[in-house]
């Protein structure tokens, strides 16, 4: 253990990204389901992804759970091969890329708009590797590769063509061009208060795809593949404890416990984990944190079907931006009153209120309000409460914008819960920093 704690910031992250795709295909051996293991992944494959899609349903746990570890593994492969220095932007993009292994991202679709970033290399006349993170932001808008794969435009006929293959070639090689255009402007917008940087210029792009391949042409968008009701409470629980209690075990014999317990009550924003802190602590934050979610979603009743189970992994994405379990409670805490007070009222009104805390639309938004979690840091947790609530409010506006093909769409919902709050916060609040400063006078 003395070994890997003292292994340097990016070889202990690529082992510890391998270390989870084992996991996961470990857990695809293990399904009950696992003789249809091979046909179900090539469902998954071959099937529009739209969200939400549970690839549960699709093509059953075990294939879910091969998609999420070859995904796992392609990406440590990719880190390895290109000897990309790794750190917590790649953690970010890798966990978010992985946690959509459920739901959207498959080891096809994620190709093509990862060609448009090595493409843009090669326009700037760049190494083509030369940023894989931005690589693996861009399969953001996979669900639409996928579309253009098997089925636009024609809703009735499911299965891929040239026509097709070409399409989500040209369109993969637009959103790698946006996107890593896109991405260093990103913070000059949310002044870095969102930590799903990437959703700004995937969601836009996804916006200007969905107008000019579906609204402008005429075109049906499609739905959601896949029954949301096939869920499994106990493989989900049983796998997430073992792999986060794993996680607290090795941190520990690391000696992580406690600098853990120093970030924990650290007031400030922690940008980098493992950078600043350590591989240890990391870890242990990667088991807490994801031990943290997953008991949150027990306990509002979540329904534990692909798109849940993907979401816990989504949300553990920030775990080395700085998001831990004490900067993150007021966004949850934001989430339940939010769901209590819009439900009150809509009774008062005569409303048909739907969004309860459980319902799968706000079982998802939680996981990007999450991203939010350096309003608290900076101004304080009530401000991260009120910030959640205003994101509750918006996060099933925005599909509209994008046609329901971006997976990123609480992070771009988080975009604009910053240009609505934080030049309020800038011009009427105090940083927490300060207030500190002037109360230890």
Same mark, same amino acid.
């Given at each position: %253990? ?14 510890? &990204?391998?270390?989870? $795709?084992? *996991?996961?295909?470990?857990? *695809? ?33 075990? #294939? ?7 995904? !796992? ?38 190709? &093509? ?21 931005? %690589? ?57 208060? /969102?930590?799903?940087? *990437? ?51 090795? !941190? ?6 406690? @600098? ?10 922690? /940008? ?11 870890? %242990? /934050? ?47 805490? $934001?989430?339940?009153? !939010? ?21 799968? #639309? ?6 990007? !309000? ?6 608290? @840091? ?64």
């Amino acid at each position: %253990m003395k070994k890997i704690k003292n292994m340097s910031e990016s070889s202990f992250l690529k082992l510890m &990204f391998v270390f989870v $795709g084992v *996991a996961f295909l470990i857990a *695809a051996v293990c399904m009950s389901d696992r003789s249809q293991m091979l046909s179900g992944f090539w469902q998954i494959l071959s099937q529009p992804c739209k969200v939400t899609t549970n690839y549960f349903s699709v093509g059953g746990f075990s #294939a879910t759970f091969l998609n999420m570890g070859l995904v !796992a593994l392609m990406i440590a492969g990719l880190f390895h091969v290109t000897k990309t220095k790794v750190n917590n932007v790649s953690t970010l993009a890798f966990f978010l890329t992985v946690g959509f292994c459920t739901w959207g991202i498959h080891a096809l679709n994620m190709w &093509f708009t990862m060609l448009g970033v090595v493409v843009a290399n090669l326009i700037k006349k760049e190494k083509w590797y030369a940023n894989v993170n931005a %690589m693996l932001f861009t399969t953001g808008v996979a669900p639409v590769i996928s579309d253009l794969l098997v089925r636009y435009p024609h809703a009735e006929t499911i299965g891929f063509n040239l026509l097709g293959i070409v399409l989500a070639v040209a369109v993969g090689v637009i959103v790698g061009i946006i996107v890593s255009a896109g991405l260093p402007h990103s913070p000059n917008v949310h002044k870095g208060f /969102n930590l799903y940087s *990437a959703a700004l210029p995937v969601g836009m792009a996804m916006f200007f795809l969905n107008g000019m391949l579906y609204k402008v042409m005429g075109v049906e968008l499609p739905g959601a593949t896949g029954d949301m009701a096939v869920a499994s409470q106990s493989i989900v629980n049983i796998f997430c404890i073992a792999l986060f209690g794993l996680c607290v075990v090795f !941190a520990l014999a690391m000696g992580a416990g406690k @600098d853990y317990w120093a970030l924990l009550k650290n007031r400030h924003q922690v /940008n980098n984990v493992s950078g600043t802190l350590g591989n240890g602590v990391l870890l %242990m /934050n990667v088991g807490v944190f994801g031990l943290f979610i997953l008991g949150y979603y027990n306990l509002i009743g979540a329904p534990f079907n692909g798109v849940t189970f993907g979401l816990i992994f989504c949300m553990l994405c920030t775990c080395n931006s700085g998001s831990r379990p004490t900067n993150v409670w007021p966004i949850m805490l $934001g989430y339940v009153a !939010a769901s209590f007070v819009t439900g009150w009222l809509s009774s008062l009104l005569g409303g048909n209120f739907t969004l309860a805390i459980n319902a799968q #639309a706000i079982v998802i938004g939680l996981c990007y !309000a999450n991203g939010l979690s350096p309003i608290c @840091d900076k101004y304080g947790w009530a401000y991260g409460f009120v910030a959640a609530m205003i994101h509750y409010c918006l996060v099933t506006l925005v599909p509209g914008l994008h046609g329901g093909f971006c997976l990123y769409n609480g992070g771009f919902t988080a975009i604009f819960v910053c240009i609505i709050l934080v030049p309020v916060l800038e011009k009427f609040c105090t940083l927490k920093v300060e207030r500190l400063a002037a109360k230890a006078k």
